[in-house]
């Protein structure tokens, strides 16, 4: 497996493996499938999103930095990020393959620190999250409701580049 930044011939592939995702009901709030189109859209962003290639040079996973407040210009080096592997890729390396790459994208832009919320059952996120130096900060309570259920998020970042210097 390889890891190299996505183009928009990639969304197709990202949208399939997203809607995997969204489809398990333990990733995320959305409930909405995502088309090719929605995921175009995040290319306009001008962030990075990078995608894990197998060896048949096919898309299993893919990791992406979306805006975090950009009306706020103190947070202006912050994104929020997103990784998903297809289903039948997991366990082997890619979602570990794409966060690397997604930080080092994003500390090449001068964005010093990824966040993100995961869902307290959803042991692989938080696995990946340990073996890839994001840092679990605490528990949102009753942060949405999913499927009309109440859930907690676990709020995580990773610092990159000149934030990491004490
Ligand atoms: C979460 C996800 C991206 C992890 O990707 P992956 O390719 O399966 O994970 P990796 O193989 O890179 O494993 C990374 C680490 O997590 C551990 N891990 C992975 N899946 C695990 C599981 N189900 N239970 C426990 N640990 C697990 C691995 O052992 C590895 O740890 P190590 O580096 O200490 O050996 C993937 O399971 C997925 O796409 N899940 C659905 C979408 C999702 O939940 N995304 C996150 C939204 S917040």
């Given at each position: 497996?390889?890891?190299?930044?996505?183009?928009?011939?990639?969304?197709?592939?990202?949208?399939?493996?997203?809607?995997?995702?969204?489809?398990?009901?333990?990733?995320?709030?959305?409930?909405?499938?995502?088309?090719?189109?929605?995921?175009?859209?995040?290319?306009?962003?001008?962030?990075?999103?990078?995608?894990?290639?197998?060896?048949?040079?096919?898309?299993?996973?893919?990791?992406?930095?979306?805006?975090?407040?950009?009306?706020?210009?103190?947070?202006?080096?912050?994104?929020?990020?997103?990784?998903?592997?297809?289903r039948?890729?997991?366990?082997?390396?890619?979602?570990?393959?794409a966060?690397?790459?997604?930080?080092?994208?994003?500390?090449?832009?001068?964005?010093?620190?990824?966040?993100?919320?995961?869902?307290?059952?959803?042991?692989?996120s938080?696995?990946?999250?340990?073996?890839?130096?994001?840092?679990?900060?605490?528990?949102?309570?009753?942060?949405?409701?999913?499927?009309?259920?109440?859930?907690?998020?676990?709020?995580?970042?990773?610092?990159?580049?000149?934030?990491?210097?004490?």
């Open positions: 497996m390889r890891a190299r930044s996505a183009d928009r011939a990639d969304a197709v592939s990202i949208a399939a493996i997203y809607n995997e995702g969204i489809e398990d009901r333990l990733a995320t709030f959305e409930t909405r499938p995502r088309t090719v189109a929605d995921i175009e859209r995040w290319f306009d962003d001008a962030l990075p999103i990078v995608v894990v290639d197998d060896d048949a040079s096919r898309v299993v996973g893919w990791a992406a930095a979306h805006p975090y407040r950009p009306d706020r210009e103190a947070y202006a080096g912050i994104a929020e990020f997103s990784v998903y592997v297809a039948a890729a997991r366990g082997r390396g890619a979602g570990r393959l966060v690397e790459a997604l930080a080092q994208e994003a500390e090449a832009r001068g964005i010093w620190k990824l966040v993100s919320r995961i869902f307290p059952e959803n042991v692989a938080l696995a990946l999250c340990r073996s890839s130096r994001v840092r679990e900060v605490g528990v949102y309570r009753r942060h949405g409701r999913r499927d009309g259920e109440w859930r907690d998020c676990v709020t995580v970042e990773r610092l990159l580049g000149e934030a990491l210097a004490d």
